[in-house]
């Protein structure tokens, strides 16, 4: 499981303009006053440059993923109070939560298996924090007649195995949100949906490239013919992908909140 720098990179402006302002504030609140932010398939730190400025000056962070170039270029930006810490995000013993005040992940949990989440669930006590879950919504305008079966077959490719078992895919938000309760957590969540307006035709373009890849993997004949539709229409098309952001707060944990409970 990995992504390039140049996929995290195009697909950022679109992460930051769907991240839902009010949860990532109280995300920082919840972290405390001299916080350290694990951040778990960190990339190039998009969560870093994201969360960052509400969080007090000096705020620690410790990065983890399994790509070392990527782990650098994050370490790179964040300066001297970025622990880089390389390892498996699967291995969930290895992973290094010692001495946390919040965790956090992006676009991460829908590629992840139901026990690794409720293992995570189980293991924490500090808040968590996980943006731009995909919830298997998708629409277009304009529509294609194989849209909807395009996005079924996406969304079946989805729960299969990325290594770990089957991944949660467009059930993530919903399971993170039920296993986190379980376990005690008050859970708050919010849409960060993803619109995409002929502006950002080479980001449509790559999404539909491998959404049309992984629906003909699922079985759906008509995928590449809509991904050659959906190529070529990008700079004449807008697009929404669901995504939700959700905050688990451990309940010795809870600030006070206003934010509306999904």
Known sequence: ???SAEWLSLREPADRAARDGPLAQQAAKAAGPNPLVIDFGCGTGATW???APYLPTGARWRFV???PALLAEAGR????????????LGEMDALPLAGASLVTASALLDLMPEAWVADLARRLDVPFYATLNYDGRMSWAPAHD?????TAAF????????GMGP????????RTIALFEAAGFMVLSADSTWLLGPDMAPLQRELTNGIAQAANEAGAREAASWGRHRHASADRTTCHIGHIDILALPTGNLQE???VLR
Not at 146 to 150: K, R
Not at 155 to 162: E, L, P
């Open 1 to 3: 499981m990995g992504f």
């Open 49 to 51: 440059r994201a969360l």
């Open 65 to 67: 993923d399994n790509e």
């Open 77 to 88: 930006v964040a300066g001297e109070n970025a622990e880089l810490v390389e390892a498996d």
């Open 146 to 150: 194989d849209d909807a079966a395009v």
């Open 155 to 162: 969304n079946q490719h989805q729960q299969g195995d990325k």
């Open 167 to 174: 991944a949660l895919g467009p059930n993530s938000a919903d």
């Open 257 to 259: 909140s206003t934010h």
